[in-house]
């Protein structure tokens, strides 16, 4: 009597304890806007005199802001492009300022 050994599809048990990953897509809503026009002008943190700053919103994305209350908290998630900074430098930042 031959036993046939069957492939299965089957998770190791390590992945099938893992909860399923979750899938997050960022999309741009509109540009962070401010006074400074040069990279030279400007602080290295707000509290070294930091001047306002705005969200710009892209009309195409204005309704998902329906609801929105005047002076709600909100978070935005900025790409700093013209930044020279590390990142290691720049969650050290973070990390002294929320602690």
């Not at 509109?30 to 002008?41: D, E, F, P, Q």
């Amino acid at each position: 009597m031959e036993i046939s050994k069957k492939k299965t599809n089957r998770l190791p048990a390590k992945r099938r304890r893992e909860k399923p990953r979750v899938v997050a897509s960022l999309y741009p809503i509109g540009v962070i806007r401010s006074s400074l026009r040069t990279l030279a002008k400007a602080p290295k943190q707000g509290s070294e005199g930091g001047r306002d700053a705005w969200l710009e919103v892209s009309p195409s994305m204005a309704p998902g802001l329906d609801g929105l209350a005047a002076g709600a908290e909100i978070i935005v998630l900025a790409w700093l492009h013209g930044a020279c900074v590390t990142p290691s430098k720049f969650i050290r930042a973070v990390m002294s300022a929320i602690h």
